[in-house]
T-cell receptor
Framework: DSGVTQTPKHLITATGQRVTLRCSPR?????VYWYQQSLDQGLQFLIQ???????AKGNILERFSAQQFPDLHSELNLSSLELGDSALYFC????????????FGPGTRLTVL | AQTVTQSQPEMSVQEAETVTLSCTYD???????LFWYKQPPSRQMILVIR??????QNATENRFSVNFQKAAKSFSLKISDSQLGDTAMYFC???????????FGAGTRLTVKP
């Protein structure tokens, strides 16, 4: 158990819908990272937040957005969902310095029908 | 940005034997970090080992060790005394010091046979 929690574990929804994925980092960690793992794209970095502010952006679609709250939990919002958004979404956390290791949560499996 | 290549989609090894997984990377950064993550059937991403590029000494963690060849941009993972529980997807990853965008390879599926 990495100490990073993600809810829900599974999510099934329809195209065009909007969903919110939630992540709680390890105790003491200030940074949260979101990753998408799909069959065709592999593991891709989406976005990073540090202590409530966006710090780095990867291959995140405009339909996706994220935020980190004062209690340091983070939410990833996915809207206008398409079939191709079906994937495993991971959250990872670290203290926040560049040399810190990222510890991954168990992931949320999103299925868009 | 970094790119990471894992040229072995699948590998297998007999229990108690040794296996080496290959990884090459490309980065223009001078300061970076390299990682091997394991993803068992449970889908959890588990850190296996990490290496700081400025360190010449190869990292080791119990049965896991790396062969880091900086000039060749190679970062292979050696698993000694393979166990059935080592069966998993293994991902190599690279992250620069200045950019938290961690790039992963496509993964190598390792099967340990009894």
């Amino acid at each position: 158990d990495s100490g990073v929690t993600q809810t829900p574990k599974h999510l099934i929804t329809a195209t065009g819908q909007r969903v919110t994925l939630r992540c709680s980092p390890r105790s003491g960690d200030l940074s949260v990272y979101w990753y998408q793992q799909s069959l065709d794209q592999g593991l891709q970095f989406l976005i990073q937040y540090y202590n409530g502010e966006e710090r780095a952006k990867g291959n995140i679609l405009e339909r996706f957005s994220a935020q980190q709250f004062p209690d340091l939990h983070s939410e990833l919002n996915l809207s206008s969902l398409e079939l191709g958004d079906s994937a495993l979404y991971f959250c990872a956390s670290s203290y926040g310095d560049p040399q810190d290791t990222q510890y991954f949560g168990p992931g949320t499996r999103l299925t868009v029908l | 940005a970094q790119t990471v290549t894992q040229s072995q989609p699948e590998m297998s090894v007999q229990e108690a034997e040794t296996v080496t997984l290959s990884c090459t990377y490309d980065t223009s950064e001078s300061n970076y970090y390299l990682f091997w993550y394991k993803q068992p059937p449970s889908r959890q991403m588990i850190l296996v080992i990490r290496q700081e590029a400025y360190k010449q000494q190869n990292a080791t963690e119990n049965r896991f060790s790396v062969n880091f060849q900086k000039a060749a941009k190679s970062f292979s993972l050696k698993i000694s005394d393979s166990q059935l529980g080592d069966t998993a997807m293994y991902f190599c990853a690279c992250r620069s010091y200045n950019n938290n965008d961690m790039r992963f390879g496509a993964g190598t599926r390792l099967t340990v046979k009894p």
